[in-house]
T-cell receptor, first 117, second 112 residues
């Protein structure tokens, strides 16, 4: 079946540094990918919609300069948390849908746990 | 309008019992209703999904019941097993947008 891969699965960084998280669709093309954030024991909150070849669309309240999204190809989207602070510590999850199928099914990555010290 | 309300927040079921999780929505434009299962430290995995043109869909031990007029849908897990212990999220989207709105989640614990 379709697989979405995220890397790294865990990252620890110092406050003030930037961290990049990759999301790849391994066996299908994805013109659109989504980035979610999940706090412990909470639901997934959509942060932004990543569109291949164009600017990402951010949800209300999400700082686009803080969370940089790049969707350079049909199989790769990246999320960069810039100047990270402890409050950015969270579980970040991407998802993608197969552009060629009109099923609406979203495939999720395994998530990336960011800890900012 | 964009919210999906989910209940209960947590659920404890004995092995072999039926687990029932409920969700309700307001936006009548939603036309795709999936359920996701999430284990700790992992991403959500699609369990089963339904479109509003049917009232029920069954896949193995998992059944979605959908009530369009009440704007409610529920997940039933028959013969619940300890391996089903996880957090379950309902979600809704307008299919052409692929933009999922998640419920608040239900933590299911199945005891042997």
């Amino acid at each position: 079946g379709a697989v979405v891969s995220q890397h790294p699965s865990r990252v620890i960084c110092k406050s003030g540094t930037s961290v990049k998280i990759e999301c790849r669709s391994l066996d299908f093309q994805a013109t659109t990918m989504f980035w979610y954030r999940q706090f412990p024991k909470k639901s997934l909150m959509l942060m932004a919609t990543s569109n291949e070849g164009s600017k990402a669309t951010y949800e209300q309240g999400v700082e686009k300069d803080k969370f940089l999204i790049n969707h350079a190809s049909l199989t790769l989207s990246t999320l960069t948390v810039t100047s990270a602070h402890p409050e950015d510590s969270s579980f970040y999850i991407c998802s993608a849908t197969n552009s060629r199928k009109d099923t609406g099914e979203l495939f999720f990555g395994e998530g990336s746990r960011l800890t900012v010290l | 309008q964009q919210q999906v309300k989910q209940s209960p927040q947590s659920l404890i079921v004995q092995k072999g019992g039926i687990s029932i999780i409920n969700c309700a929505y307001e936006n009548t434009a939603f036309d795709y209703f999936p359920w996701y299962q999430q284990f700790p430290g992992k991403g959500p995995a699609l369990l089963i999904a339904i479109r509003p043109d049917v009232s029920e869909k069954k896949e193995g031990r998992f059944t979605i019941s959908f009530n369009k007029s009440a704007k409610q849908f529920s997940l039933h897990i028959m013969d619940s097993q300890p391996g089903d212990s996880a957090t379950y999220f309902c979600a809704a989207s307008i299919i052409n947008t692929d933009k999922l709105i998640f419920g608040t989640g239900t933590r299911l614990q199945v005891f042997p």
